[in-house]
């Protein structure tokens, strides 16, 4: 993938969400391709999972049984900027669009997602529980989530 943006430098790429070993991979991309708008493709995903591909830089999240139509339609909202998530079976478009996680916060992300304490994960990153719950907090202002449960992938 890190080739073919290389090369070609599209506006817009549609990415297969199966195809990626994490989210942090298209956290990566966004970092590598920050002028790329990336569309991400899923198996039905819940309203938390494409608010967390949005906070790891995708533009647009579509669950892949998306009509054609929607999904061109998806690709040039996307060239404009704008994030397109799925909902109830529709895409809602956002001309805001929600915040970006931090590196940082991407990283607690993972290890909340992992199933870690606060206190394992402050360990890990060599921070304060304080911190780790701060940045617990600003993840479940950012995706929308209320719980750690929510933060889960659904398998």
Same mark, same amino acid.
């Given at each position: 993938?890190?080739?073919?943006?290389?090369?070609?430098e599209p506006d817009v790429a549609i990415l297969n969400f199966a195809s990626l070993?994490?989210?942090?991979?298209?956290?990566?991309?966004?970092?590598?391709f920050p002028a790329v708008r990336l569309l991400v493709l899923a198996d039905n995903p819940s309203p938390a999972e494409s608010r967390q591909m949005i906070g790891f830089g995708?533009?647009?999240?579509l669950a892949k049984n998306t009509e054609a139509r929607d999904v061109l339609h998806a690709i040039y909202l996307a060239s404009r900027g704008?994030? &397109?998530l799925p909902s109830t079976g529709q895409a809602v478009y956002e001309t805001a669009g929600p915040t970006p996680l931090t590196p940082r916060e991407a990283d &607690?992300?993972?290890?909340?997602?992992?199933?870690?304490?606060?206190?394992?994960?402050?360990a890990t990153l060599h921070v304060g529980i304080e911190t780790v719950r701060t940045h617990a907090?600003?993840?479940?202002?950012?995706?929308? &989530?209320?719980?750690r449960r929510?933060?889960?992938?659904t398998v």
């Open positions: 993938m890190d080739g073919a943006l290389a090369t070609h070993a994490s989210p942090a991979d298209l956290r990566d991309l966004h970092t590598r995708a533009t647009a999240c704008l994030h &397109v &607690v992300l993972e290890l909340l997602q992992s199933g870690s304490s606060n206190a394992e994960i402050a907090r600003n993840i479940y202002r950012k995706l929308g &989530v209320r719980t929510e933060l889960r992938p």
